[in-house]
């Protein structure tokens, strides 16, 4: 009983100790995804048991815990003996406070400003009086997707297909594409019927264009961090003069028709040139081989020499002959003439 009596006394004479504890509020550990560029509070509100003093003595530390750090504990900030002291390397020295400028009154949160990618780790907010309570939070940073494009591929034509397309050159993956009809300017409605998704994730097909399809469209890429858009205009024209493509296809039809024409009329042309030469040349041996008198032969080409109607000809006269036989020469006459006379 003895022994028993004397535990009993020490476990009461350490529970002084046990009760001035300290505990923070925040439970389990925060994950944020933020955006580069933002601001964002890491909160860490605490609480001290009744039994305790009061905050004197209450001593804070933040921790940036990065993989690419290696060696002693990175303390970028902490708060001791009613001072805030800032540390160095970190690159937060000059982006970073308490929320509080008394952080003893049971508030250690920070504010971060203009996160960068770097600034990517897990963040420990340490509070400590007779015992050390700590609150984790994981922070990423990102860069919310870059501002996107919108366009219009086709021609905006009533009855055709058209496909809105938008892209965005920027920002973390993954990046999700929404399109959307805006309702007179203000907030996405829901997109009219013929409109079906792309192969690629920012296509927008719409088919057979009509007037209900026309209004402003509205791009909007996501990812973790944030988003942006990109809106275009659709207004659907009728085709010019009720069908002008149709009218260029119809014009185009006619003119190769005629230049057609007028081809087979040149092949025809000198078939017929050509057969009228080979018809001449026999004219001009009977010609040169009559027995006697005179012998006009029409001849479409002979000789190349033509009367002034575009027709030439072979006149042919028989001469006196000697002991060899008629003799025909041929001279080139007047006019284009050609006589074939007997000497």
């Known amino acids: 009983m003895a022994g028993h009596g004397a535990s009993l006394l020490l476990l009461l004479g350490l529970m002084p100790g046990l009760l001035l504890a300290v505990r923070i509020n925040s439970k389990g550990r925060e994950v944020l995804y933020l955006a580069k560029g933002d601001s964002v509070k890491l909160g860490c509100p605490y609480v ?23 060696g002693p504990e990175n303390v970028f900030l902490s708060y001791q003996d009613h001072h805030i002291n800032y540390g160095s390397g970190s690159g937060l020295q000059d982006r970073v406070a308490f929320v509080q400028n008394d952080p003893s009154q049971y508030d250690a949160s920070i504010r971060l400003a203009d996160l960068q990618v770097s600034d990517t780790g897990t963040y420990q907010c340490r509070v400590k009086k007779n015992t050390v309570a700590v609150h984790e939070v994981i922070v990423t940073v990102e860069e919310k997707p870059a501002t996107p494009q919108c366009w219009v591929e086709g021609d905006s034509v009533r ?5 809105l397309r938008c892209f965005s050159r920027g920002g973390a993956a993954p990046l999700a594409y929404q399109w959307g009809k805006l309702a007179s300017g203000y907030g996405g409605g829901q997109l009219p019927s013929g409109t079906v ?3 690629a994730p920012g296509d927008l097909v719409i088919r057979s264009l009509s007037d209900a399809h026309a209004g402003i469209y509205q791009c909007r890429v996501t990812n973790r961090v944030g988003y942006s ?8 024209t009728q085709r010019v003069g009720g069908g002008g493509n149709q009218a260029s296809v119809v014009a185009g039809s006619v003119l190769g028709s005629v230049l057609l024409l007028a081809l087979l ?8 040139n050509r057969f009228r030469r080979k018809e001449c040349q026999p004219s001009c041996s009977d010609c040169r081989s009559s027995p006697g008198g005179t012998m006009t032969r029409a001849c479409n080409v002979c000789s190349h020499h033509y009367s002034p109607h575009g027709i030439s000809y072979m006149q042919c006269q028989h001469g006196d002959s000697d002991e060899r036989g008629p003799a025909l020469i041929c001279n080139e006459g007047m006019r284009h003439q050609v006589a074939c006379q007997g000497m």
């Open 159 to 163: 009855g055709t297909s058209i496909v």
């Open 48 to 70: 001290l048991e009744p039994e305790d003093n009061g905050p004197q003595g209450v001593g804070i530390e933040w921790i940036q815990i990065t993989p690419e750090r290696t």
């Open 229 to 236: 858009t990109c809106q275009v205009n659709l207004n659907p």
């Open 265 to 272: 009329g040149a092949l025809v042309g000198i078939v017929i």
């Open 197 to 199: 998704q792309g192969r």
